[in-house]
């Protein structure tokens, strides 16, 4: 069905659609923990061998797909430049809204569809991000479609991909909030974990060579930086629990392919990594030329 569920625009310049049935014969289909590196590997595939732009990735679906969409788009939004879902809910536990502080993130729902609660679960999570958002108009681009009167089939939302095909993955944005779902997603647009674990929150952000870092997860924390977050020339600042340290940093050319080894996306390849807590003798200058 979802072969041809969207209606085509050839005209925007070309694209590669792909229908992915779910990943098993299950229920929860989208939310066993293999899914998520699955996902990355085949958009991996795709940029290796498809002819994709990284920057220009998007996840969306209808029901099961849609529920689909609210469990991996959240989990790894820096591989998506949009994510739409309709006639689905987010999932407690394994959907937040709180990484989608950069990532546009859109969701339809009918004012009847209320089976396992998911027009009441849409409006939880629509609350949720105008809370996260607060004041400000330039984080959470998230929306929520609410078609009053409609009930789980037939929402208008066959053309999404002209919608969404403008949107194009800012890949360092300058402030990241990952909320850790799992233990199996170690990375997060500049961000490492070699300790990922459910529950766990990092808050960091990265202006005028200055990195803050806050939360309940920063031991074995890897920060991935290049000259689009720093300025090699200066000194980088990393503040964190009231306490500062201050490194001169290198690019490295060994960080580079390691990153790009890593995860295959040239645009999440980085030239400069530091290792926070620093070991004893992170203030030396850090990185190698080769």
Not at 118 to 131: E, G, L, P, T, Y
């Amino acid at each position: 069905m979802m072969q041809n569920y969207y209606k085509d625009h050839p005209e925007l310049g070309g694209y590669q659609y792909l229908a992915l049935r779910a990943p098993n014969n299950s229920w929860n289909g989208f939310y066993d923990v293999y899914v998520y590196p699955l996902i990355e590997n085949l958009i991996r595939q795709f940029a290796l061998f498809g002819d994709v732009d990284v920057n220009k990735v998007f996840i969306m679906g209808y029901s099961h797909g849609g529920y689909g969409a609210f469990a991996i788009g959240p989990k790894i939004p820096y591989r998506f430049a949009a994510i739409h879902a309709s006639a689905a809910a987010p999932t407690d536990g394994e959907t937040t809204a709180k990484t989608l502080r950069n990532t546009r993130f859109s969701f339809m729902i009918g004012g009847k569809d209320t089976m396992y609660g998911r027009a009441d679960r849409c409006q939880a999570f629509d609350a949720s991000v105008k809370q996260l958002r607060g004041t400000r108009d330039d984080i959470y681009p998230v929306t929520l479609q609410w078609i009053a009167n409609h009930g789980h089939s037939g929402l208008p939302d066959r053309d999404k991909i002209t919608e969404m095909y403008s949107a194009v993955r800012n890949p360092v944005p300058h402030e990241l909030t990952w909320a850790m779902t799992d233990d199996v997603v170690k990375s997060f647009f500049w961000l490492q974990s070699s300790l990922p674990k459910k529950g766990m929150e990092i808050q960091a952000s990265c202006q005028d060579n200055r990195i803050t870092l806050q939360g309940s997860a920063l031991e074995g924390t890897n920060i991935y930086l290049d000259e689009r977050l720093i300025d090699f020339r200066r000194p980088v600042v990393i503040q964190s629990g009231g306490k500062q340290q201050s490194y001169k940093l290198k690019p490295s050319l060994r960080t580079l392919c390691q990153s790009l080894q890593e995860r295959g996306d040239p645009e999440l390849a980085f030239t400069a990594m530091l290792e926070y807590p620093p070991s004893p003798n992170a203030k030396k200058n850090r990185g190698e030329t080769f």
